[in-house]
């Protein structure tokens, strides 16, 4: 299996602009977690789908984000417009269905963005 | 809401100094996961402890979950260049079946030859 799988891998936009994010989930993984990593917040959880359904966005900053799954093997996460605060890592990771165990996340490489 | 701090948030050791990092938690814990980070990488898991008072050993990293379950560790006996990164703790809770990771604030370790 080739992991989880981002693009883009980099992304340098200017203030103002849409920015779309995708991931491509492990084959078979039920979770699939949006994460946004900075020096001063560290690791934060955006939002997570279970079985392509949203579970949890109480982590998305505001209505300028936005994430979807479509289907079960890819997410978008899209922030329009974009700010200059926005510029972190965002990571996808995944996870099989827990079955009432703590299952691991496999991380995507992740989306380094820049907003100038 | 549920903070998991560590401390320290940077090491510097010499190559085979010994290196540990301590992950604090003020409301009992129920569960912790470990994963690293190489510089410029992703977070990749290591392990997990459920237990209290567990421990567990992959090679060189010793992990261990305390008895109250408010706190864990994770030491590593005669650091290698290799083990530069970022070590965080997670606490896993589940939620519908699945794990909402709670990420501790990470401790940057550099190993110096």
């Known amino acids: 299996d080739a992991g989880v799988i981002q693009s883009p891998r980099h992304e340098v936009t200017e203030m103002g602009q849409e920015v779309t994010l995708r991931c491509k989930p492990i084959s078979g993984h039920d979770y699939l977690f949006w994460y946004r990593q900075t020096m001063m917040r560290g690791l934060e959880l955006l939002i997570y789908?279970?079985?392509?359904?949203?579970?949890?966005d109480s982590g998305m900053p505001e209505d300028r984000f936005s994430a979807k799954m479509p289907n079960a093997s890819f997410s978008t996460l899209k922030i329009q417009p974009s700010e200059p605060r926005d510029s972190a890592v965002y990571f996808c990771?995944?996870?099989?269905?827990?079955?009432?165990?703590?299952?691991?996340?496999?991380f995507g490489p992740g989306t380094r963005l820049t907003v100038l | 809401g549920q903070q998991v701090m560590q401390i320290p948030q940077y090491q510097h050791v010499q190559e085979g100094e010994d290196f540990t990092t301590y992950c604090n938690s003020s409301t009992t814990l129920s569960n912790i996961q470990w994963y690293k980070q190489r510089p410029g990488g992703h977070p990749v898991f290591l392990i997990q402890?459920?237990?209290?008072?567990e421990v567990k050993k992959q090679k060189r990293l010793t992990f261990q979950f305390g008895e109250a379950k408010k706190n864990s560790s994770l030491h590593i006996t005669a650091t290698q260049t290799t083990d530069v990164g970022t070590y965080f703790c997670?606490?896993?809770?589940?939620?519908?079946?699945?794990?909402?990771?709670?990420f501790g604030t990470g401790t940057q370790l550099k190993v110096e030859l």
């Open positions: 402890l459920v237990k209290s008072g």
């Open positions: 997670a606490e896993a809770r589940l939620t519908g079946g699945g794990n909402k990771l709670t």
């Open positions: 990771a995944s996870s099989a269905l827990g079955r009432g165990t703590y299952n691991e996340q496999f």
């Open positions: 789908f279970n079985n392509n359904v949203p579970i949890d």
